[in-house]
């Protein structure tokens, strides 16, 4: 099992970045994939970004660029550095672990960009 706690969310106008943290609790987390995931409002759940356990990174085309995700396995904690945002990047924003699928999930935490 897989506790994840996102945080680091908040308003910023555009142009401007934040850093979402996302803390993992139990066993073996540097053997986990870590994704990043948002839903805006009246929207489809989407996938941002993910890292391998051996750090390999991907990016859906709209945050390449912009945001880069990275992982510290020595304390549990997988980072998502998001610069130049837009008022399309308004969304909850969700960490999740990976074995094979995406199991474990956090509650979310609220980005929103202001024009």
């Known amino acids: 099992q897989v506790q994840l706690v996102e945080s680091g969310g908040g308003l910023v106008q555009a142009g401007g970045s934040l850093r979402l943290s996302c803390a993992a609790s139990?066993?073996?987390?540097?053997?986990?994939?870590m994704g990043w995931f948002r839903q805006g409002p009246g929207k489809q759940r989407e996938w941002v970004a993910e890292i391998s356990s051996g750090s390999s990174t991907a990016y859906t085309n709209s945050v390449k660029g912009r945001f880069t995700i990275s992982r510290d396995n020595a304390k549990n904690t997988v980072y998502l550095q998001m610069n130049s945002l837009k008022p399309e990047d308004t969304a909850v924003y969700l960490c999740?672990?990976?074995?094979?699928?995406?199991?474990?999930w956090g509650q979310g935490t609220q980005v929103t960009v202001s024009s």
């Open positions: 139990g066993r073996s987390f540097s053997m986990y994939r």
């Open positions: 999740a672990a990976a074995y094979r699928t995406y199991d474990y």
